[in-house]
C-alpha cells in the first residue's frame, strides 16, 4: 500500500467512532440532492456499456475521468459509485486510483464538525475495499468486525450498504483461507533456499511447471518474493530466455541453489513486473 493510502487508512480507524457519534447526532438531511447533470448521466451510462461489452479496461479509465471531474456537490455520489466500478471489476489499480483521487475529498471529511452518517460509511467501504484487494489482511480487519460492520451501516436504514460490508468481511475471510491453503502446495524448502541464493548472489535452479503442464529445469536470478493472495511468486531474471518473469511458488520443485553467480540488477527489474515494490525500494 502506498505510504499516504496507508496513512489514510489509519486516520480513518482511529477516527471512525468519533465521526460515526457526530453523524448519529445530527439529523437527517432534508435539503433535496443537486439534480443530476445530464452529461454525468451519459457518461455512467457508457461505463455501463462498457462493462457490459466486457471492455472492463476501458469503463475503469473513463470512471476515473469521470471521478477526477466531478464537481464538488456530486464527487460523494461519483467516488461511491466509482467505488463500486471498481469492486464489480476487481481491479486493484482502479480502487488505487480512485482513493489518490479522492484523498483531499477523504482527508477534509475527517474535519469536517457535522458529518453525514451515510457518507461516512460509504467511504469506510471504500477504503476497506482497497485494503483487501491488495491483501492488506491486518488493516482491513479493524473496518470489517461484525461490531465495525453493525455500526457503519443499518440493516434496517442501509441494507445494500451493511450487505456490502458484508460480502466485504467474507471476501477477505476467504481470501486468507485461500492464502493459507496455498503454502501446503509450496515445496517447503522454496523460501530458504531462495533465501541463500538471494544473499550469496548465486543463480536459483528448479523445475517448473507451466500453465500447460510442461515441465523445464530453469536457472534464474532471484530478485524478490512477492505475494498476491492466494499466490506466492518469485521475481526472477530467466537466463535461457533473458528477461524478467514471475515463476507461481506452487509450480516449483526441487530448488537448489547452484554455483554460478550473478550481480544485482537495478530496482527497475522488480518494479517492472511487480508495481507494488515501487514505494518499498524508493524507501531503501
Same mark, same amino acid.
Given at each position: 500500500?502506498?505510504?499516504?493510502?496507508?496513512?489514510? !487508512?489509519?486516520?480513518?480507524?482511529?477516527?471512525?467512532?468519533?465521526?460515526?457519534?457526530?453523524?448519529?447526532?445530527?439529523?437527517?438531511?432534508?435539503?433535496?440532492?443537486?439534480?443530476?447533470?445530464?452529461?454525468?448521466?451519459?457518461?455512467?451510462?457508457?461505463?455501463?456499456?462498457?462493462?457490459?461489452?466486457?471492455?472492463?479496461?476501458?469503463?475503469?479509465?473513463?470512471?476515473?475521468?469521470?471521478?477526477?471531474?466531478?464537481?464538488?456537490?456530486?464527487?460523494?455520489?461519483?467516488?461511491?459509485?466509482?467505488?463500486?466500478?471498481?469492486?464489480?471489476?476487481?481491479?486493484?489499480?482502479?480502487?488505487?486510483?480512485?482513493?489518490?483521487?479522492?484523498?483531499?475529498?477523504?482527508?477534509?471529511?475527517?474535519?469536517?464538525?457535522?458529518?453525514?452518517?451515510?457518507?461516512?460509511?460509504?467511504?469506510?467501504?471504500?477504503?476497506?475495499?482497497?485494503?483487501?484487494?491488495?491483501?492488506?489482511?491486518?488493516?482491513?480487519?479493524?473496518?470489517?468486525?461484525?461490531?465495525?460492520?453493525?455500526?457503519? !451501516?443499518?440493516?434496517?436504514?442501509?441494507?445494500?450498504?451493511?450487505?456490502?460490508?458484508?460480502?466485504?468481511?467474507?471476501?477477505? !475471510?476467504?481470501?486468507?483461507?485461500?492464502?493459507?491453503?496455498?503454502?501446503?502446495?509450496?515445496?517447503?524448502?522454496?523460501?530458504?533456499?531462495?533465501?541463500?541464493?538471494?544473499?550469496?548472489?548465486?543463480?536459483?535452479?528448479?523445475?517448473?511447471?507451466?500453465?500447460?503442464?510442461?515441465?523445464?529445469?530453469?536457472?534464474?536470478?532471484?530478485?524478490?518474493?512477492?505475494?498476491?493472495?492466494?499466490?506466492?511468486?518469485?521475481?526472477?531474471?530467466?537466463?535461457?530466455?533473458?528477461?524478467?518473469?514471475?515463476?507461481?511458488?506452487?509450480?516449483?520443485?526441487?530448488?537448489?541453489?547452484?554455483?554460478?553467480?550473478?550481480?544485482?540488477?537495478?530496482?527497475?527489474?522488480?518494479?517492472?513486473?511487480?508495481?507494488?515494490?515501487?514505494?518499498?525500494?524508493?524507501?531503501?
Amino acid at each position: 500500500m502506498k505510504p499516504t493510502l496507508a496513512a489514510l !487508512a489509519r486516520r480513518w480507524i482511529s477516527a471512525f467512532s468519533v465521526l460515526t457519534c457526530l453523524a448519529a447526532a445530527m439529523p437527517a438531511p432534508t435539503t433535496a440532492q443537486p439534480a443530476a447533470n445530464p452529461s454525468l448521466v451519459a457518461d455512467v451510462d457508457r461505463v455501463s456499456i462498457l462493462i457490459r461489452d466486457g471492455r472492463n479496461l476501458d469503463a475503469i479509465d473513463l470512471a476515473k475521468q469521470i471521478a477526477t471531474a466531478a464537481p464538488p456537490s456530486e464527487r460523494q455520489f461519483i467516488y461511491q459509485w466509482a467505488g463500486w466500478i471498481c469492486r464489480i471489476t476487481s481491479d486493484v489499480d482502479c480502487a488505487q486510483g480512485l482513493l489518490e483521487i479522492a484523498l483531499p475529498h477523504l482527508d477534509a471529511l475527517l474535519k469536517t464538525p457535522s458529518p453525514d452518517r451515510s457518507t461516512v460509511s460509504h467511504n469506510v467501504l471504500l477504503i476497506a475495499s482497497y485494503l483487501v484487494a491488495t491483501g492488506d489482511y491486518q488493516e482491513s480487519a479493524k473496518f470489517l468486525t461484525p461490531g465495525f460492520i453493525a455500526e457503519a !451501516a443499518s440493516v434496517i436504514k442501509d441494507p445494500l450498504l451493511f450487505a456490502e460490508l458484508q460480502l466485504l468481511a467474507a471476501q477477505r !475471510a476467504r481470501r486468507i483461507s485461500d492464502f493459507d491453503a496455498s503454502r501446503d502446495h509450496i515445496d517447503k524448502a522454496l523460501v530458504a533456499t531462495f533465501e541463500h541464493a538471494f544473499t550469496a548472489g548465486r543463480l536459483l535452479a528448479f523445475s517448473y511447471v507451466d500453465r500447460e503442464g510442461r515441465r523445464t529445469r530453469r536457472h534464474v536470478e532471484p530478485h524478490g518474493l512477492l505475494v498476491r493472495a492466494p499466490l506466492w511468486y518469485v521475481i526472477a531474471w530467466d537466463r535461457r530466455r533473458d528477461a524478467p518473469r514471475l515463476f507461481r511458488a506452487d509450480r516449483i520443485r526441487r530448488p537448489t541453489v547452484t554455483g554460478q553467480g550473478f550481480f544485482p540488477r537495478p530496482h527497475d527489474l522488480v518494479t517492472r513486473i511487480c508495481p507494488d515494490a515501487v514505494d518499498l525500494l524508493a524507501r531503501q
